[in-house]
């Protein structure tokens, strides 16, 4: 989701259009406030690989997804878990794959008991992370209101969930740092875990995500940290307590050995900001400036006119053996370059633990006036590659900017080569491919703020919203059909 500024005070209305400041989950909830949750089981198995090409349905079931995420697990790399946003749905959709992502299965996330006698919790932003021994955890917030004459808010709570099956199923699930009140909302939490086998802090699990408070001094970016396998979380905030708590989209990795790093974009200081741990994430450092960039918070691009793209970094440390173990990439969407209106996708590194940061650059490759973002960065734990996938609109034949595809590129950080072409159709988030708007029947959500990535041993596996079946039907009791599908690739 995203921060809100101002407090909500909600009726039940008529879906509307969004504002650029609402949450991921505003269009859940206006689905929510209207209409009862669809209450099927979505199905456990997904369409054949070989269906579209390379790509394979992950989702493969009625209603929209958005959010995407993915992790494998180092030390079974042909189990892979995944991740979305449910959109008529009530819970968090987890994903799972034994195979290497050929074929997956679906399995809902726990929730909480509601708040009230006339209460209703779901679930928003998905992350997921395995340890160094295969336990998975999936990271997310809880979202309660309640229904009744009027609709309002009751707060919201952090969710990690452990897996000690694959993803399969999610026995139990921690909820901790509840935040009441119409305008305080916990937002975009990001987990990970430190799978390094020589890590002094291994198998330590650390969420980042950003606390608003209406936009006030008391939010701010927080870290918390598990010692005991998710079991229980302690709460430290990372970001400076002077500052005016306008930060969004935090994103958290470790070192190779065990340093915790997190990033974040300070909308206030329109700059990326770092800060490190160097002792388990009991203790922080004060935070510095990766770069200073030019869009503050996100942008009404074409691709993604109604939600609008957001700013965030995403970062990852080399843990590999090879020349640049060590180096942290971080990378960010701005304008590109001699642009106010399109935008680009930029890495910078660092050699020395954070202590200083290279020229912010492009990823590179033909620009020629496309749009790029909703990107994810993955280091290579094996090659020290690092790889980036973003949504681009090069392919567009519609003339507006509206059609997407993924891209990869692979690099070290500082240079990248050519960007390979993941996806087999363009998706159109616009327009449904020139049917109707496609926010009549979305609710605005559109791909959501951010999509996945994950690399290990010389494969990577980009995960995203796809809206090439978003006009079937295909067998839904709900007449909206399909809508956004969450697919994913191999790319060797």
Request: aromatic share 8%; with cysteine; charged share 15%.
């Given at each position: 989701m995203r921060k809100i500024a101002l407090a909500i005070v909600l009726i039940a209305l008529p879906v509307l259009a969004a504002n650029p400041h609402d949450p991921t989950w505003w269009d859940k909830f206006?689905?929510?406030?209207?209409?009862?949750?669809?209450?099927f089981q979505a199905?456990?198995?997904?369409?054949?690989?070989?269906?579209?090409?390379?790509?394979?349905?992950?989702?493969?079931?009625?209603?929209?997804?958005?959010?995407?995420?993915?992790?494998?697990?180092?030390s079974n790399?042909?189990?892979?878990?995944?991740?979305?946003?449910e959109i008529f749905r009530?819970?968090?959709?987890?994903?799972?794959?034994?195979d290497g992502g050929g074929h997956w299965g679906g399995v809902d996330l726990p929730l909480p008991p509601p708040i009230g006698t006339n209460g209703i919790d779901f679930g928003s932003d998905p992350g997921l992370a395995f340890d160094s021994s295969g336990n998975l955890f999936y990271s997310y917030i809880v979202v309660f209101f309640s229904a009744g004459n009027g609709v309002s808010i009751n707060g919201t709570e952090m969710a990690v969930a452990r897996s000690v099956d694959g993803g399969k199923t999610y026995p139990r699930a921690t909820f901790f740092e509840f935040s009441g009140g119409q305008n305080h909302f916990n937002d975009k939490p990001m987990v990970t875990a430190d799978a390094n086998l020589t890590s002094p802090f291994r198998d330590n699990v650390y969420v980042a995500w950003d606390a608003a408070v209406g936009g006030s001094a008391s939010g701010g970016v927080r870290v918390a940290r598990s010692t005991d396998h998710g079991a229980t979380f302690t709460t430290t905030r990372v970001d400076d307590p002077k500052g005016a708590g306008n930060s969004i989209g935090a994103t958290i990795t470790t070192g190779p050995t065990g340093q915790v790093y997190v990033a974040w974009n300070d909308i206030a200081a329109n700059s990326i900001v770092f800060n490190r741990s160097f002792d388990g994430g009991v203790t922080w450092g004060t935070p510095t400036t990766i770069a200073l960039k030019q869009i503050p918070f996100d942008i009404g691009i074409p691709a993604e006119f109604n939600r609008r793209a957001l700013v965030y970094p995403a970062c990852d440390a080399?843990?590999?053996?090879?020349?640049?173990?060590?180096?942290?990439?971080?990378?960010?969407?701005?304008f590109s370059a001699g642009s106010t209106t399109h935008t680009d996708i930029y890495t910078s590194?660092?050699?020395?633990?954070?202590?200083?940061?290279?020229?912010?650059?492009?990823?590179?490759?033909?620009h020629g006036g496309a749009d790029r973002f909703n990107h994810w960065l993955a280091t290579d734990p094996v090659t020290g590659a690092v790889n980036v996938s973003y949504y681009d609109t090069r392919n567009d034949t519609t003339g507006g900017g509206f059609?997407?595809?993924?891209?990869l590129q692979r690099g070290d950080g500082q240079t990248f080569g050519l960007g390979t072409r993941v996806t087999t159709a363009v998706s159109n988030e616009h327009d449904c491919n020139g049917l109707f708007p496609c926010a009549s029947i979305n609710y605005g959500n559109q791909q959501g703020d951010y999509e996945g990535l994950a690399a290990f041993g010389g494969v990577a596996h980009p995960i995203w919203t796809d809206s090439r079946r978003n006009t079937e039907v295909a067998g839904c009791r709900d007449p909206r059909g399909l809508m956004e599908e969450v697919f994913t690739a191999t790319v060797k």
């Open positions: 206006q689905f929510l406030a209207n209409s009862p949750p669809l209450s199905s456990s198995t997904s369409a054949k690989p070989g269906a579209f090409g390379s790509n394979v349905d992950v989702s493969n079931e009625c209603g929209p997804q958005s959010e995407t995420f993915i992790a494998i697990n180092t790399p042909q189990n892979i878990a995944g991740g979305s946003n009530l819970p968090m959709r987890g994903y799972f794959s034994t080399d843990r590999s053996t090879g020349v640049n173990r060590g180096r942290i990439t971080c990378s960010w969407m701005d590194v660092s050699d020395n633990q954070g202590t200083t940061w290279s020229r912010a650059r492009s990823v590179g490759d033909t059609q997407t595809d993924i891209f």
